[in-house]
Structure formats: structure tokens, C-alpha cells
């Protein structure tokens, strides 16, 4: 079973900065946070990790608390093609192949 | 071509036949995964290969066959299915050692007539 909790759907308005939460009060100290998309019929897509830092590319940021039980990604200017499932999965980083767990993730609808 | 390439797109197939689809990468990758996503149910993993080795099989039925002959390739075999295995087949590749970012193929969408 998914380690993380986040909420089915949200809308958010174009333009505007999209924040999807998750809960992972579970997570072990090795654990990574990891977040895929997955646009409708094609492959997930990574988007970013984090450890404890917060953590910025050139998609999106993460930032996870201090205390390691909650992050949020944020789309800092949601466009159309942002419409997708946002998956956050904790996951070990390195050492062996590791498969990844979804859970059912978070339906993120960018109204125009 | 570069990424991660998987073939058919679509297949249609009887309970009775015998199928294969087939995973490519071209990013130097050592780990290599296939993910099963059925119609409203999350991704589900089905078999994890690490340097050609099958390191984990998530108690995935026999009719389900996976084969690794080299770190750039993977089959999933498919024999005598289940209307109820119609899903989308999802072929992941990953660089160990360094973090958990998998790159994912389209997948291929199995009809089991």
C-alpha cells in the first residue's frame, strides 16, 4: 500500500501557482519524497525529490516540513498542460532498483 | 531514438495466444521495472530487474513471463490471459546508485478479448 496520503482532486486557475499537498507521516529517515505526473493514457513523468531541504528545477518546487511528515508541490505558474495525476511516493534513493508505489494520487484540473 | 520505447502501442489478444511486448532504452540505464495500470486502480509494480537480474516479482501470476536479456531490452511474455488483465503495461528504466528517478515508455494498451 501507498505510504501518502493526498487529496483526489483540485482545480486551479492558469497562471496562478498550483500547491498539492501530501501526507507521509509514516516516512523512515532514508526515505525520500518523490513527485510524478502522469498526463491522461501516457507514461508518469519524475518532477522532483527532496530528503529534508527544500528543493527547486525548472518544473516545479518541494518543500517538506520540518519534521518530515508533510510536503507540498508547488507549479509555480500553472498552464493547461499541467492538467494531470500528481503522484507523491516515498521512496529509498540509490543503492538498488527500487519499484515505486503509487497511491491514487491527485487529479490537478487548470481551469483557463 | 532516445528514451525509453516500447512496442505495440496497442495490442489485441485472445486468451489463447501467445504475445510479447518489448521495453527499449537508450539512456544507459543498469535497472529496469514493468508496471501494470488497470482501468481506475494506481500503477501496480510487476517486476523489478537490476543489472539483468530479477530482483523482486510482485506476486505477479506465471501467465505474466518477464525476460532481460541485456541492460537496454525487457519482454513481458503473455500467455493464456484474462480478459481481466486488459490494462496499460508501463516499462521503466533507472539508473541504481545514483536516486530512484524512473524514466517511464507511453506503455502499451492490452485488450484480452
Known amino acids: 500500500d501507498a505510504k501518502t496520503t493526498q487529496p483526489p482532486s483540485m482545480d486551479c486557475a492558469e497562471g496562478r501557482a498550483a500547491n498539492l499537498p501530501c501526507n507521509h507521516s509514516?516516512?523512515?529517515?532514508?526515505?525520500?519524497v518523490y513527485w510524478y505526473r502522469q498526463i491522461h493514457s501516457q507514461g508518469p513523468q519524475y518532477i522532483i525529490h527532496?530528503?529534508?531541504n527544500n528543493e527547486t528545477n525548472e518544473m516545479a518546487s518541494l518543500i517538506i516540513t520540518e519534521d518530515r511528515k508533510s510536503s507540498t508541490l508547488i507549479l509555480p505558474h500553472a498552464t493547461l498542460r499541467d492538467t494531470a495525476v500528481y503522484y507523491c511516493?516515498?521512496?529509498?534513493?540509490?543503492?538498488?532498483?527500487?519499484?515505486?508505489?503509487f497511491g491514487k494520487g491527485t487529479h490537478l484540473i487548470i481551469q483557463p | 531514438e532516445t528514451g525509453v520505447t516500447q512496442t505495440p502501442r496497442h495490442l489485441v489478444m485472445g486468451m489463447t495466444n501467445k504475445k510479447s511486448l518489448k521495453c527499449e532504452q537508450h539512456?544507459?540505464?543498469?535497472?529496469m521495472y514493468w508496471y501494470k495500470q488497470s482501468a481506475k486502480k494506481p500503477l501496480e509494480l510487476m517486476f523489478v530487474?537490476?543489472?539483468?537480474?530479477?530482483?523482486e516479482n510482485n506476486s505477479v501470476p506465471s501467465r505474466f513471463s518477464p525476460e532481460c536479456p541485456n541492460s537496454s531490452h525487457l519482454f513481458l511474455h503473455l500467455h493464456t490471459l484474462q480478459p481481466e488483465d486488459s490494462a496499460l503495461y508501463l516499462c521503466?528504466?533507472?539508473?541504481?546508485?545514483?536516486?530512484?528517478?524512473?524514466?517511464f515508455g507511453p506503455g502499451t494498451r492490452l485488450t484480452v478479448l
Open positions: 521503466a528504466s533507472s539508473r541504481q546508485g545514483i536516486n530512484n528517478e524512473q524514466f
Open positions: 509514516t516516512i523512515s529517515g532514508n526515505e525520500y
Open positions: 527532496g530528503l529534508k
Open positions: 511516493i516515498v521512496s529509498f534513493s540509490g543503492g538498488g532498483a527500487d519499484g515505486l508505489t
Open positions: 539512456l544507459g540505464h543498469n535497472a
Open positions: 530487474y537490476s543489472l539483468e537480474e530479477r530482483v
